[in-house]
């Protein structure tokens, strides 16, 4: 499978800043998702990040609050924009790698408290 | 609407133990069926994958689906205590590297096995 790496693997941040999540591939892969996962929650998606094409967002995100950027097939940038506590969570990317199995793999996850 | 039920727990069982979780669904076009761990602070890993019903083998670990009842479990063969996780369920209508859908997850069923 895929191997996948997060950065930042956690932060601290002020409410109304922005963070940017970068998540890295060592393989070319399709499709890249970003999910969130808060305490006692499901991973709920965000959206899916197709190379070359605007992302798709599920029913509740939008992109002025949850920009994200696909530059290639193996990287993508998420960003939460004007923080505010209720955006604590676990933002985790995935990937597809149907060479493999038609299942998503997780890369470990970043930790964010806003404050 | 999408919706996956799984039981939260603490599920908590001693060593050797044949664990037992499950998730039910009510979405009928759900065809591809996943079992993730999730180790606490990490992303979640695949453990088993399959879109058929019946049961499915790997190692200690058998995957049941059952889509006439919307039912799927996971079973743990002489349970260790590396084994104490949360465990999540998760299904998608279409192969996850194939459409642009993501996963729909359970909220996950944490196990503890007792040295």
């Known amino acids: 499978s895929a191997v996948i790496s997060q950065k930042p693997s956690r932060d601290i941040c002020q409410r109304g800043t922005s963070l940017t999540i970068q998540c890295q591939v060592d393989?070319?892969?399709?499709?890249m998702f970003w999910y969130r996962q808060q305490p006692g929650q499901s991973l709920t998606l965000i959206a899916t990040?197709?190379?070359?094409?605007?992302?798709?967002?599920e029913s509740g995100f939008v992109i002025d609050k949850f920009p994200i950027s696909r530059p290639n097939l193996t990287f993508s940038t998420l960003t939460v924009s004007n923080m505010s506590p209720e955006d604590s969570s676990i933002y985790l990317c995935?990937?597809?790698?149907?060479?493999?199995?038609?299942?998503?793999?997780f890369g470990p996850g970043t930790r964010l408290t806003v404050l | 609407q999408k919706e996956v039920e799984q039981d939260p727990g603490p599920l908590s069982v001693p060593e050797g133990a044949i664990v037992s979780l499950n998730c039910t669904y009510s979405?009928?076009?759900?065809?591809?069926f996943m079992w993730y761990r999730q180790y606490s602070r990490k992303g979640p890993e695949l453990l088993m994958y399959?879109?058929?019903?019946g049961n499915k083998e790997d190692g200690r670990f058998t995957a049941q689906v059952d889509k006439s009842s919307k039912y799927i479990s996971l079973f743990i063969r002489d349970s260790q205590p590396s084994d104490s996780a949360t465990y999540l369920c998760?299904?998608?209508?279409?192969?996850?590297?194939?459409?642009?859908?993501?996963?729909?997850f359970g909220k996950g069923t944490h196990l503890i096995i007792q040295p």
């Open positions: 979405n009928s076009a759900f065809q591809y």
């Open positions: 998760a299904m998608s209508e279409v192969p996850s590297g194939g459409g642009a859908d993501g996963l729909t």
């Open positions: 995935s990937v597809a790698d149907r060479a493999v199995a038609d299942t998503q793999y």
């Open positions: 399959t879109y058929s019903s």
């Open positions: 393989s070319q892969v399709t499709m």
């Open positions: 990040a197709n190379q070359g094409s605007e992302a798709t967002y």
